[in-house]
């Protein structure tokens, strides 16, 4: 997906984009499974940014502590 990715601990938005995959979320932890990211994720406190690069397979992202 080409676009900018915010979480919060009521789910996942998606402002865009293409997204082929199964995504969990809860207060903690971004869990996608399987799918082809096309993407660089870089993340921070408040959310979750995609730039560029790659990503294939299972992603866990941990968001804030």
């Known amino acids: 997906?080409?676009?900018?990715?915010?979480?919060?601990?009521?789910?996942?938005?998606?402002?865009?984009?293409?997204?082929?995959?199964?995504?969990?979320v809860d207060d903690d932890v971004l869990v996608v499974n399987g799918g082809v990211f096309e993407s660089l994720v870089t993340v921070d406190d408040e959310g979750l940014v995609v730039n560029g690069g790659l990503f294939e397979g299972l992603v866990v992202v941990v968001i804030g502590t």
């Open 1 to 24: 997906f080409e676009s900018l990715v915010t979480v919060d601990d009521e789910g996942l938005v998606v402002n865009g984009g293409v997204f082929e995959s199964l995504v969990t």
